[in-house]
């Protein structure tokens, strides 16, 4: 995450960098505070005529009639006005945005139609299914659109529903400034009893528990209160918007002088309006709601069902909440096999196969895409499938890149053209050797003999699982957080899947980590504080850290690399979270693991 800066009078650029705790160990000698003064100064300056990238405009007559165009940079024709200038015009304005889930569910779908089974999507039901239901019940719902994050998972977790109907008001209650109308929901949810606020608003809200979830609910609590259908529904655009305060205050008064009207307290009026509030910066109409629910569901049916068709999809598509690490470890947690690439069986995109989830030529980087569409041409010339029989073989037909016939090497991806077990600086030496007789047979009539490969000793197995981590960011055998298990008991550390025993506890434990998420955000007082999430080879752990154990440790908090994070359990209805007010880094120095000089670790 980046540093983000806050111009106040008297504070510069340079201050607030001085002042963060995470640039403690940054020295910002000359030229950097000449570099900086500069910076500032383009802060908030605009560098181009940007498009919105899915607003469209439709009119009756030709556009030009109703607003000024102009071409955009890149050829396409665009208004002079802005999205709110064109609204306040009266201009149709619609928002044509992607959803890259769509592509998964269609490509997982695609895959399974291709094995047999056939769901008819006019009939296909998933919001009744039972299994789905569970895994969006108790929150196992990564790599599900919309409700894969943290946050939504713990929301799923707390409330222990599973059903479309409470998934339509979580996909829209989880925003930003609803903090505190979540938890009001969860009580009410729970059994505590409640009140509407006023009789007036009872039936508007009485389907969410007396909380205003849906856009909608603002317009109408303001039209039962006397404002006018349209001024209910301009109170309520101007809620979402991120900068309303100009246009906010009017609207206030009117609020309040209606609800007096209505004989409504001020202290029930001032509830009201807080709670409109909320909708600050984005929220959802029901229908907008329902239909992300829907798509959640169908995503949930597939993961219950065909895991690893659908898992394959997920990460196919990329673009998800999490990174390829972070779903290639839920694969594996889910039950499933990862098979390494192999030049001869892999695709382009990741394929699932019952149990087994083969992963793409596309994992690996630095391959190119022209070399990745060699593979699978010479694998099915004329319509046969003539696979690779050797190293060289692979060699002679591909033609790749010395970096890219390395990248293959390090993945895994040639270790079927080999004699088991593989032996990698054989492999390489293979490969010079073949650069080297490509050079020197340009002027020979017939290529050389195949030379022999001398008996080489193998990599030592650390380097070659580093290898394979930084060409595919990921290993396909175990979790790299399996190398330090000898350290983890050694230390009596607790795992992730053992975490529920420690509920209700006052238990100081630790835990080894993989760092998959985090979110920085400020307190009521303005304090830096973060929410992240770790994961080890039997589950995730959500973790929290305050502001004081923050300031100790946010220079460690941001490494892909694991830590050991020591803290309480606590425990909120279903969910559990880490109360982290200890962190230290741990790494592997040939066969031992070691903590920093000067580290506290656990013992």
Not at 24 to 40: D, K, V, Y
Not at 136 to 144: D, E, H, P, S, V
Not at 194 to 223: C, K, N
Request: glycine share 8%; net charge positive.
């Amino acid at each position: 995450s980046g540093f983000r800066f806050h111009p106040e009078p008297g504070n510069t650029l340079l201050d607030q960098l001085l002042a963060s705790a995470r640039l403690r160990n940054c020295s910002f000698a000359p030229p950097w505070p000449e570099i900086i003064g500069l910076a500032q100064g383009l802060i908030n300056t605009p560098t181009t005529l940007s498009v919105h990238p899915g607003g469209v405009i439709i009119t009756p007559q030709p556009v030009t009639d109703y607003v000024p165009v102009q071409r955009a940079a890149k050829g396409v024709p665009v208004i002079q006005w802005d999205k709110d200038g064109a609204e306040q015009a009266g201009l149709v304005k619609i928002d044509l945005l992607g959803n890259r889930s769509l592509g998964v569910i269609r490509d997982a779908l695609a895959e399974v139609r291709a094995k047999g089974v056939h769901l008819d999507e006019n009939r296909w039901q998933p919001e009744e299914d039972t299994e789905a239901r569970h895994l969006i019940k108790t929150g196992r719902t990564m790599g599900c659109f919309y409700i894969e994050s943290p946050a939504m998972r713990l929301l799923q977790k707390k409330a222990g529903r599973g059903d479309f109907e409470h998934l339509i008001i979580h996909s829209s209650i989880i925003r930003p400034a609803a903090n505190d109308c979540i938890r009001t929901y969860l009580q009410r949810l729970h059994g505590e009893e409640w009140r509407p606020l006023h009789p007036l608003i009872a039936d508007i809200l009485s389907e969410t528990y007396g909380i205003m979830v849906y856009q909608e609910d603002v317009a109408r609590v303001a039209v039962q209160l006397g404002f006018s259908p349209a001024q209910g529904d301009r109170l309520r655009k101007i809620m979402s918007k991120k900068d309303k305060k100009g246009q906010l205050a009017d609207f206030r008064d009117r609020f309040f002088r209606a609800a007096a009207e209505k004989n409504l307290s001020e202290r029930d009026a001032e509830s009201i309006w807080q709670m409109m509030l909320s909708f600050a910066g984005y929220s959802f109409c029901k229908p907008h709601s329902a239909s992300y629910a829907r798509v959640s569901f169908q995503a949930a049916y597939l993961k219950a069902h065909h895991p690893a068709e659908f898992m394959a999809a997920v990460i196919s598509n990329q673009g998800g909440f999490y990174s390829t690490f972070a779903y290639v470890s839920e694969a594996r947690r889910m039950g499933l096999h990862i098979v390494p690439p192999d030049v001869n069986t892999s695709k382009i995109s990741w394929s699932g196969h019952g149990r087994e989830l083969q992963v793409g030529l596309m994992a690996i980087a630095g391959l190119s895409e022209t070399t990745r569409n060699r593979i699978l041409q010479e694998r099915h010339m004329e319509g046969d499938t003539k696979k690779f029989a050797s190293m060289l073989d692979f060699l002679q037909r591909v033609r790749p890149a010395d970096d890219e016939a390395r990248a293959l090497i390090h993945a895994g991806a040639l270790d079927g053209l080999v004699e088991k077990p593989a032996n990698r600086s054989r492999m390489h030496y293979q490969l010079a050797q073949w650069r080297q007789s490509r050079a020197s047979a340009v002027n020979r009539l017939f290529p050389p003999p195949a030379p022999s490969l001398p008996d080489l000793p193998g990599r030592h197995p650390l380097e070659q699982l580093r290898n394979e981590y930084r060409v595919l960011g990921f290993l396909c055998h175990s979790h790299p957080i399996c190398l330090f298990n000898q350290h983890r008991r050694r230390y009596g550390m607790v795992l992730a899947q053992d975490f529920n025993k420690f509920a209700g506890h006052r238990e100081k434990i630790s835990f080894l980590g993989w760092p998959i998420t985090a979110k920085i955000v400020g307190t009521k007082t303005g304090q830096p504080m973060e929410f992240l999430t770790f994961e080890d080879e039997t589950g995730q752990v959500e973790c929290t850290v305050f502001p004081e154990t923050y300031h100790r440790y946010c220079h460690l908090l941001h490494r892909k690399a694991p830590l050991v994070l020591s803290g309480i359990m606590e425990q909120d209805f279903e969910a559990l979270t880490l109360r982290v007010d200890h962190v230290a880094s741990v790494s592997i120095r040939g066969k031992r693991v070691t903590y920093p000089a000067g580290s506290n670790h656990p013992r």
